[in-house]
């Protein structure tokens, strides 16, 4: 890939705020990791690969796990191979080379040209993950002991680092980081963010979705509220299944692509239930949109 733009601005499908922008730029300009935190849903996967794209730059995801350990990201050592092929093979099983892969920071390392790397979702590792990258990612190097070789970065990568917040991270991985909320979107914006998707949509359909999705994050003891990307594949849904305007207020029509969790389905439908079907004066959230 060629380079695009020298700094981060969003890009069609993908709107950043200008924090947001900053925040990426500044990560860049400094080479630290840019750790990005928000609730389920609010684009902070997207944003990697919109960073990717604006910046002209490939991409590499990471996905972590509960199992995933620091330096599979490294390189991985496949033993299992190497037993295999001295037992039952007819390869050259004492050059150890032919048995390490990299792994998706090695890659970033060995790349002919800068890349964007997304380590994914790091709260699901276990709480020494983090400070076991911290080296590695400061250095821009690691050493293979099975062959004695020292893998060095060609290029600093660009890295984002996700989290769900779903565990605190370690103050020393936090301090070498350039860190980032990605607020909920407030409605302005969301209609912004809807109408990149579907550029075709009804005002009013928009305008009734809208209110109706807003009302139902405003539930209290929601477990899990719908989020941008549930909003998105609703409209979608209500396009698709010619719905008009005036029946979402009354229906919530397919209530099943917003809400995932069987109390939060119940909670909504008896709140509209003792509304007689209309909604709650609290629904004027869009009253200055």
Known sequence: ??????????????????????????????????????????????LARSISEGLGKDLLIWNIKSTTKARDGLYIYDTVQRLYDSQFGDHDVSDIRHYIKMGKIGEAFLAEQQVVLLIDEIDKADIEFP?????ELDIMSFDIPETGETVKARHRPIVIITSNAEKELPDAFLRRCIFHYIAFPNAPMMAEIVRVHHPDLEQKLLEEAMVAFYWIRSIGGLQKKPSTSELLDWVQALTVGGISPGQIAKELPFLGVLLKKDHDFNAVLQRLYNQGGQKAPGAGVLRNW
């Open 1 to 46: 890939m060629q380079e695009k733009q020298a700094f981060f601005s969003g890009t069609r499908d993908y709107i950043a705020s200008q924090e947001l922008q900053n925040s990426v730029n500044v990560a860049v300009a400094l080479g630290r990791p840019l750790l990005i935190k928000g609730e389920p849903g609010t684009g902070k996967t997207m």
């Open 131 to 135: 400070n076991d990258l911290l080296w």
